[in-house]
C-alpha cells in the first residue's frame, strides 16, 4: 500500500486526458491468460513490466506461474470512502477489486489450486486484448470445482480473486510469447534430438 497516494494531498494537479486513441484502436475485453506473480519479485517486474527477459527469469526462479488459457472477468472496482473533513463529505481510500477467472484443466491442476488456498504472497496477473495489468497488493485466492446436474457441462476450476489497493492495475503492452503453455517433454525431446543429430558426411 502506497501510503503516500493517501496523504500527499498538497500537490491538486492531475495528468492530462487524451481525446483520441494514438493507435486507433480499442482493447478488448476477458480476462485471457494471466498468473501468480510472488511478492519478492515484484518490485523487479515492475520496473519494465513489457520486457520478456525478466518474466523468464522470475518463471525459472519459481516466482512467477503463467495460466496461459483463462476466461474471467474483472469487476472494475468498488470504491471505499473514509469520513470527511472541512467541508468534504468523505474522502476516497481505494477499492476493493475481484476478478473471477475459469481454467478449463481440472485434475492436473488440482493440486496448484490447493496450494493457493490460504496463501497471501501472491500478486495476480491478468491480460485482455492485448495489454497486461498486475495487482500492486498480494491477492486473496479462493479457488473452486462446481459440478452441475448437465451432463454436458465441464468441470473446471473457477477462482475468485479479491485484493483491495488505491487505484486499478495500469495497463502495459504484454510480452505475449511468455503467456503461452510451454511445450511438453514428449514435444521437446524428439525436438532435442533432432538438433543434436549429426549431419551426413557428403561423399
Not at 500527499?8 to 478488448?28: A, F, L, Q, V
Amino acid at each position: 500500500m502506497a501510503y503516500g497516494d493517501y496523504y500527499n494531498s498538497c500537490d491538486d494537479s492531475i495528468d492530462p486526458h487524451y481525446c483520441r486513441d494514438c493507435d486507433n484502436t480499442t482493447e478488448k475485453g476477458r480476462i485471457r491468460r494471466g498468473g501468480w506473480l510472488r511478492h519478492s519479485a515484484y518490485a523487479e517486474i515492475m520496473t519494465d513490466p513489457t520486457d520478456p527477459l525478466k518474466w523468464e527469469a522470475a518463471a525459472a526462479a519459481g516466482d512467477f506461474i503463467v495460466l496461459p488459457e483463462l476466461s474471467g472477468t474483472f469487476d472494475g472496482g468498488a470504491p471505499k470512502y473514509g469520513i470527511g473533513y472541512g467541508d468534504s463529505k468523505e474522502r476516497y481510500q481505494g477499492s476493493d477489486f475481484v476478478a473471477n477467472i475459469k481454467d478449463p484443466i481440472y485434475k492436473e491442476n488440482w493440486t496448484h489450486y490447493r496450494s493457493l488456498a490460504g496463501k497471501s504472497n501472491w500478486h495476480f496477473v491478468y491480460l485482455t486484448e492485448t495489454q497486461l495489468h498486475v495487482s500492486g497488493v498480494p491477492v486473496t485466492v479462493a479457488p473452486k470445482n462446481p459440478v452441475t446436474e448437465n451432463v454436458d457441462d465441464d468441470v473446471i476450476w473457477e477462482s475468485e480473486v479479491k485484493w483491495f489497493e488505491f487505484f486499478t492495475p495500469a495497463p502495459h503492452d504484454a510480452p505475449m510469447d511468455i503467456f503461452i503453455c510451454p511445450p511438453a517433454e514428449a514435444e521437446v525431446a524428439p525436438a532435442m534430438a533432432m538438433q543434436q543429430e549429426p549431419a551426413l558426411a557428403e561423399y
